[in-house]
C-alpha cells in the first residue's frame, strides 16, 4: 500500500482473536539496517512460563534490508549538520590563521573532558635542526567528581537489568521453581 510506504496489519492481535489467530501483536523494528516485523505469541502468565518452562516466542521477519548501512549523514539532518560542519571548519581555518593557533584535540576519559590547543608543526628538520618540541596547551573543559564507570551509561544500566532478571532466575531454580529438563 501507498507505494511500499505502508504496512497494514489487519487484526490478529486483539485479546478476543488470540485463541483463533495465535497472534497476541506485532512490533515494528525500524534501525539502520532495516526494518523488521516480529509476530508475538500470547503471554500467558509468569507462572505459567516458569512452571512450564516455556520461551515467550517471537517470529522476526525481515521486511526491508538495506545494501549499506544508514548513518545520520544519510538523513536530511545529518545533511544540514554537514553543511554547518564545513561552515565551521572555515570558521576555524581563517581563526587558525589569524592566531598561529594549527588545531585543537578534544579528549573524553572516566575523569571529564580536556580540550588541547597545538602549535603549528614546523617540520621535522626545523623540529630537529631548532631542538624544539611540539608544544600544545590542555584545559580541563569539565571533570566529574565521580569517575565515570560502565553502570553509569545506558548500556551500563540495560547489563545491570539483565544481571537482576538473571538473579530473579537462579533464585526461582533454587526454590525449585524451575526444574531442569531430562
Known amino acids: 500500500r501507498a507505494n511500499g510506504k505502508l504496512i497494514a496489519i489487519d487484526g490478529g492481535f486483539c ?25 508475538h505469541e500470547p503471554f500467558q502468565g509468569i507462572e505459567y512460563v516458569i512452571k512450564e518452562n516455556k ?37 576555524l581555518k581563517a581563526y587558525h590563521h589569524s592566531t598561529g593557533i594549527a588545531g585543537y584535540t578534544m579528549f573524553f576519559n572516566s575523569w571529564g573532558i580536556r580540550l588541547a590547543e597545538h602549535e603549528p ?23 566529574t567528581h565521580k569517575r565515570l564507570t560502565v553502570g553509569d551509561t545506558d548500556i551500563g544500566k540495560e547489563l545491570r537489568n539483565q544481571i537482576d532478571d538473571l538473579m530473579l532466575l537462579l533464585n526461582a531454580y533454587r526454590a525449585g521453581l524451575i526444574v531442569e529438563r531430562k
Do not use: C
Request: proline fraction near 0%; glycine fraction near 8%; charge should be negative.
Open 121 to 143: 608543526f614546523q617540520g621535522i628538520e626545523y623540529v630537529i635542526k631548532e631542538n624544539k618540541d611540539i608544544i600544545s596547551t590542555t584545559v580541563v573543559y569539565e571533570s
Open 15 to 39: 485479546k478476543a482473536y488470540h485463541h483463533s489467530t495465535g497472534i497476541a501483536g506485532y512490533t515494528m523494528f525500524f534501525n539502520s539496517w532495516g526494518i523488521r516485523l516480529a509476530e
Open 55 to 91: 520461551d515467550i516466542i517471537s517470529t522476526t521477519v525481515v521486511y526491508e534490508s538495506t545494501h549499506k548501512r544508514l548513518t545520520v549523514g544519510d538523513t536530511d539532518i545529518g545533511k544540514e549538520l554537514r553543511n554547518q560542519i564545513d561552515d565551521l571548519m572555515l570558521l
